[in-house]
């Protein structure tokens, strides 16, 4: 069993930056692949980036590339999300989550998930 909790959500303005969060418990947490996902009300969730175990690889979606930088510390058990250059687009509920399988893409695959926390991003 794996718990997530996310923090550091907020309201910026446009060009602004962001760190977010990802507080993990449980001793297996480096056998996990860890993504973060967004979701405005009405759509369905969004991959935004993903890390490998060993934080080696990482994979973000094509709307935010160069923009925003995954990372994790197996030690403190935490994955982060940096996003910088922020624009209203970005503005949605962003989850991090734990998968046992491979290196998914999808939320399905996932296997536990954070409460979520609110970014907002004023033009």
């Known amino acids: 069993q794996v718990q997530l909790v996310e923090s550091g959500g907020g309201l910026v303005q446009a060009g602004g930056s962001l760190r977010l969060s990802c507080a993990a418990s449980?001793?297996?947490?480096?056998?996990?692949?860890m993504g973060w996902f967004r979701q405005d009300p009405g759509t369905e969730r969004e991959f935004v980036a993903g890390?490998?175990?060993?934080?080696?690889?990482?994979y973000y979606a094509d709307s935010v590339k160069g923009r925003f930088t995954i990372s994790r510390d197996n030690a403190k058990i935490t994955v982060y999300l940096q996003m910088n250059s922020l624009k209203p687009e970005d503005t949605a509920v962003y989850y991090c989550?734990?998968?046992?399988?491979?290196?998914?893409?999808?939320?399905?695959?996932?296997?536990?998930w954070g409460q979520g926390t609110q970014v907002t991003v004023s033009s």
């Open positions: 989550a734990a998968s046992s399988r491979g290196e998914p893409r999808a939320a399905h695959e996932y296997d536990y």
């Open positions: 449980g001793r297996t947490f480096s056998s996990y692949f």
């Open positions: 890390i490998s175990r060993s934080g080696v690889w990482k």
